[in-house]
């Protein structure tokens, strides 16, 4: 088999300290009560937390570590035992598993020794309700107070009654948050907060847009790793220092033409949840055919373009009502549609998540829909986030041989 020689993004080192110090960061505050905790969903309204100056701890952050590290399958039976179903997200039943269990993967990675108790947990519906039941499990847990934005979904458009209503839901949270924090809610710092988000996503999307460059010098799966500081510190100034050096590399390499798949043929859309613990082998299985996974709703998701620090109620509500994953499968396949023409793609792949048919858009004849449209084939992937149990690597490797076999014999 033919060798492949990728050439590794060096700011992967710069990442890991980052990740290291949000960690080391929070469990120091939790040691000391220096600060307080509060856990949010991830597309949750983190950046008014942040204005009360908590510090943001994401569960499905926590739970993808337990996919990537392919301990999930430890967990999940646990959490089945205590009346979690096998059906429902993988994500949810992995970390409340975990907890169960007593185990995190920060143990490993960062010798922390429990994962950091909550004093607030905040969600958003705008993805599915699972955030919700799954925050709900650790309020009855922890006794502590829940908070959350019921949002509507599988929207045809974001609407300004929807959006007023979101809003609305924000400002509420505001005096049960000030009871927490202790301190009273300050516009200013929450104007501050959403204008360093703003900056982040605006430097995220550039380091996705560097996908654009012919070959592409950046895969989906490494942005699935590089997204983590986007994720979980988005409101705060160290992901914006570090997406200036990752974008400034990826400017390097599209000048110096090196290309994250050596001898690019083919460019790929990834539609759906990332198989964490399938990362490696998939980035490998691709490489080898010479074909780069470069534009993905999923690392889309963290690109909230409608904040606006002059009106901030409004502006995050309208941006968290409008992700993909809230929206209904016309909207949606404009959106895809408009990233394969754009990033001048050949192919879709999506990945059909046995257990988050929120973010799983192939069941509904969106895949025929846009083959017509675009006159592109799409692989369907079966799989799972976190449960390897549904993911066949043979018949994966099979299936995306024929593909791209499929590919060429169109071309
Ligand atoms: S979107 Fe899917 S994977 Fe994410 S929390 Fe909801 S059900 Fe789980």
New binding site residues.
């Given amino acids: 088999m033919e060798e492949i020689k990728r050439v590794e993004i060096k700011a992967a080192k710069q990442l890991r300290a980052l990740m290291a110090q949000y960690f080391l960061e929070m469990d120091e505050a939790v040691k000391t009560k220096s600060k307080k905790i509060a856990w949010c969903s991830s597309v949750g309204p983190a950046e008014l937390a942040q204005s009360f100056g908590f510090l943001l701890y994401y569960p ?1 952050n926590h739970a993808a570590m337990l996919g990537a590290n392919r301990t999930a399958s430890d967990y999940i039976p646990v959490a089945n035992a205590h009346g979690y179903s096998p059906e429902i ?1 993988s ?2 039943t992995s970390d409340i598993g975990a907890y169960l269990k007593g185990e995190t993967p920060l143990t490993k990675a960062y010798g922390i020794q429990k994962i950091p108790k909550p004093d607030v947990l905040l969600y958003n519906t705008n ?2 309700r ?2 919700y039941d ?1 925050m709900s499990y650790y309020a009855r847990e922890f006794k502590v107070p829940i908070l959350g934005v019921n949002t509507p979904r599988t929207q045809r458009e974001v609407r300004e009654d929807v959006v007023k209503a979101a809003a609305a839901q924000l400002e509420e949270m505001v005096p049960a948050l000030e009871e927490v924090a202790g301190r009273p809610f300050d516009i200013d710092e929450f104007r501050q907060s959403l204008a360093i988000s703003l900056e982040c996503s605006q430097l995220w999307e550039a380091v996705l847009d560097t996908a654009l460059a012919r070959p592409c010098p950046i895969t989906f799966f490494d942005a699935c790793v590089h997204m983590g500081p986007a994720v979980v510190m988005r409101g705060r100034k160290e992901p914006n220092d570090y997406y200036r050096i990752l974008l400034a590399e990826l400017k390097e390499r599209v000048d110096q033409g090196i290309a994250a798949v050596p001898g690019e043929r083919h460019r790929f859309y990834w539609e759906g ?1 990332p198989i964490w613990g399938k990362l490696r082998s998939l980035s490998e299985l691709f490489s080898r055919l010479k074909s780069c996974v470069m534009v993905s709703t999923y690392c889309n998701s963290w690109v909230f373009s409608d904040f606006d620090p002059k009106d901030p109620f409004q502006s995050m509500a309208r941006a968290y009502c409008s992700i993909f ?1 809230g929206q209904d499968d016309t909207f949606k396949e404009d959106y895809i549609a408009d990233k394969v023409e754009r990033f001048g793609l050949d192919g879709i792949l999506y990945h059909d998540a046995k ?2 048919p ?2 799983t858009n192939n069941r509904y004849g969106m895949a025929n829909r846009l083959r017509e449209r675009l006159g592109i084939p799409y692989l369907v992937i079966n799989g799972d ?1 976190n449960d390897l149990r549904c993911f066949s690597e043979e018949q994966t490797v099979t299936n995306g041989e024929a593909f791209v076999e499929q590919i060429e014999e169109l071309q």
């Fill in positions: 499905e997200c994500y949810l993805q599915c699972e955030v799954w949840m994953i257990c988050c929120n973010n986030l």
